[in-house]
């Protein structure tokens, strides 16, 4: 079989340690050290949102780096049956036990602050190219309150693409969501 070097090649990596979790969100996601002693930010499947939210978040940000974004390198991360023994916190260890198995990552980029459009400047081609993908997506989490893009090395990344297809949640009446508007762009940043 022929292999094209273009095509999506997702690593999976085994998460050896819990760094911290990260309380922003509904999903409780984590800091966390895996195996290749790179960092994580790391979706659990166990997480209220559930695996969609995974999906979502691979095909959203996997479409944006097709599109030349910047997106995080996005892993397929495994947490072995025993890793959550030792948290103390019921309610993180709980999320553990529930996310056995694989899960998804995406590389920590470390030192980056969250974009603020009132202290940072931002082509007005690449907002409206955001503002375009997040309307290909159906992603309603990028907003004011909500940026979910993030400055690094001085370069704009997209981050946090979980809620966008929302229409997979629901898939009653798939046709006539795909003839609707995008309504919630309003909200957009």
Same mark, same amino acid.
């Given at each position: 079989? &022929?292999?094209?070097?273009?095509?999506?090649?997702?690593?999976?990596?085994?998460?050896?340690?819990?760094?911290?979790?990260?309380?922003?969100?509904?999903?409780?996601?984590?800091?966390?050290?895996?195996?290749?002693?790179?960092?994580?930010?790391?979706?659990?499947?166990?997480?209220?949102?559930?695996?969609?939210?995974?999906?979502?978040?691979?095909?959203?940000?996997?479409?944006?780096?097709?599109?030349?974004?910047?997106?995080?390198? %996005?892993?397929?991360?495994?947490?072995?049956?025993?890793?959550?023994?030792?948290e103390p916190d019921e309610e993180i260890q709980d999320l553990l036990k529930?996310?056995?198995?694989?899960?998804?990552?995406?590389h920590y980029l470390s030192g980056s602050v969250t974009f603020d459009p009132?202290?940072?400047?931002?082509?007005?081609?690449?907002?409206?190219?955001?503002?375009?993908?997040?309307?290909?997506?159906?992603?309603?989490?990028?907003?004011?309150?909500?940026?979910?893009?993030?400055?690094?090395?001085?370069?704009?990344?997209?981050?946090?693409?979980?809620?966008?297809?929302?229409? &997979?949640?629901?898939?009653?009446?798939?046709?006539?969501?795909?003839?609707?508007?995008?309504?919630? %762009?309003?909200?957009?940043?």
């Open positions: 079989m &022929h292999t094209d070097s273009s095509q999506l090649q997702i690593r999976t990596v085994e998460i050896t340690r819990y760094v911290t979790p990260l309380r922003e969100g509904g999903s409780l996601p984590a800091i966390v050290e895996a195996a290749d002693d790179f960092l994580y930010v790391l979706k659990f499947r166990g997480a209220g949102q559930g695996i969609k939210a995974l999906i979502a978040e691979l095909i959203g940000g996997e479409i944006a780096r097709a599109l030349g974004f910047r997106v995080p390198e %996005i892993v397929f991360a495994n947490i072995d049956e025993a890793f959550g023994r030792t529930a996310s056995t198995g694989l899960n998804l990552g995406l009132a202290v940072t400047a931002v082509d007005a081609l690449l907002a409206s190219q955001i503002v375009w993908l997040d309307c290909l997506l159906t992603n309603m989490d990028r907003t004011v309150r909500n940026t979910n893009m993030l400055w690094w090395h001085k370069e704009l990344w997209l981050i946090d693409h979980g809620a966008c297809l929302y229409f &997979h949640h629901n898939w009653q009446n798939w046709k006539d969501q795909a003839m609707r508007p995008f309504v919630l %762009i309003k909200d957009h940043v």
